[in-house]
């Protein structure tokens, strides 16, 4: 399997690229990894060097790969944070180009807009290209409970209003939703439930809330679910595998105190969960 990973990058710790591309290797998969930014350090850190890449720099090396001729076995596009609107364009052409030379290829977009607490934390524009332009084209999408909320127009506080707000993005475009971090009114207070749904059905996996503020499982799981998803086509499997192997990253992170996932001192976590949660019919 081969995925096209076009996403951030940094330089120390695990967001973005740095995320995604070695679990994605370690079961097994090529990535070929486009980076939209290339940083010493992610952004939580209050302060890092480096610079965001333009649109034309993915241009670019698609047209190399289209040089290789390799975009038709390109089996998936998967896309992170994008850093500026004209990033955003130039991903969605990469999505066509693959799509064209393989038909089958699914895109997956991790729409990064914001987060609980933080609010939006994004360039001006992209929210915007997220909503209007990349939901069009995505057959795969993984906003956190926050940017859901963002793309529906309204707050999901219950099951009922999550279904709604689930369905009424897939409207938009995408067929297969996974919402993370999800806590509604009746979620307990020391869980978080991941839910997804496609063609009118919903699986949740709920797990312990960890004591853990990191960057970068958003990142990992969109990369899990999607190639667990690209691998059995069936949703339910691709979020209990997927939950498994992050809930067993993040725990490991958390009883060894470290403010970056433990990606490959953990690794085992990826392809041999010591964990494992009920996915049910939401």
Known sequence: MNILSIQSHVAYGHVGNAAAVFPLQRLGVEVWPIHTVQFSNHTGYGSWKGRVFDGHTVDELLEGLQEREVLGRCDGVLSGYMGSPDLGYAILSAVEQTKKANPKALYCCDPVIGDVGRGIFVRPGIPEFMNEHALKV??????????????????????????????????????????????????????????????????RVRTPKLNVALNGAGDIISALFFVHYLRTRCVKTALGEAAASVYGLLKKTELEGSREILLVAAQEEIIAPSWRFEVEAL
């Open 138 to 203: 995505a057959d795969i999408i993984t906003p956190n409970h926050f940017e859901l909320e963002y793309l529906w127009g309204q707050e999901a506080l219950h099951v009922k209003a999550l279904k709604e707000a689930i369905k009424a993005v897939q409207a938009k475009g995408p067929r297969i939703v996974l919402v993370t971090s999800v806590h509604l009114d009746e979620t307990p207070h020391d869980a978080l439930d991941l839910v997804a749904g496609a063609d009118g059905e919903f699986w």
